[in-house]
């Protein structure tokens, strides 16, 4: 009896030791597919480089065949001239009133930048620094907007995903005083994702 009560024992222990091991195996398989932002190299900055090539020569057909990926688009962030609500666009291109060819520099600085919205003192409004500025400061205004939005389940849940990759993994690119892009890594090339008019808008 001792000893099949120690075999019955022994094979408890194998069965819970298996069972704890592939429950480990899952969580370390659930955090590995969680989206991550990648660390900027050489190649990004130099990609970079090329979207202010291309916004300097005004060649937006270039621009949008290269850096807007045609399954996720290219969403713009606004607020509205009455009651100042924050809305979004989601298109497959960027126009051209969207941008501009004035481009201050063409070297990319990882660092913060600021504007200020200064009503007293004209000396104090605008950009804390000019230049182009790579920042990781991702707002969810997106994701924020998408789940208010009315919308088949199905296809919000599959923009929610797009956006999820859009928001924990991409770059801000501010280009001072032209424009503010999010820059996301989607199947191995970077793309332009997002257009942001929320952080140079001064309205209340």
């Known amino acids: 009896n001792l000893g099949v009560n120690t075999m019955i024992k022994n094979l408890l222990f194998v069965l819970i030791s298996i069972f704890f091991t592939a429950c480990s ?32 020569r005004n060649d937006l057909n270039s621009l949008n065949a290269k850096f807007i990926n045609p399954n996720y688009g290219v969403y713009e962030i606004y607020k509205t001239d ?34 200020n919205c200064s009503p007293y003192n004209d000396a104090d409004y605008g950009w804390s620094k000019g230049g182009v500025f790579l920042t990781a400061n991702i707002k969810p205004y997106l994701s924020n907007l998408i789940v208010a939005t009315p919308q088949n389940q199905k296809e919000k849940e599959a923009e929610l995903k797009r956006i999820s990759l859009i928001e924990k993994t991409s770059y801000e ?32």
């Open 25 to 56: 195996v899952n969580q370390v398989n659930v955090v590995s597919d969680e989206p991550k932002r990648e660390e900027i190299t050489n190649k990004f900055i130099d990609e970079i480089g090329y979207i202010l090539f291309l916004l300097k």
């Open 82 to 115: 009455i009651g100042n609500r924050i809305f979004y666009k989601h298109s497959t291109s960027i126009s051209a009133e969207q941008i501009s060819d004035l481009i201050e520099s063409f070297e990319v600085k990882q660092e913060e930048v600021t504007f």
């Open 173 to 204: 690119l501010i280009i001072t005083n032209n424009i503010i892009f999010y820059l996301t890594k989607i199947n191995g090339n970077w793309y332009i994702t997002l257009i942001d008019n929320i952080k140079t808008d001064c309205s209340k």
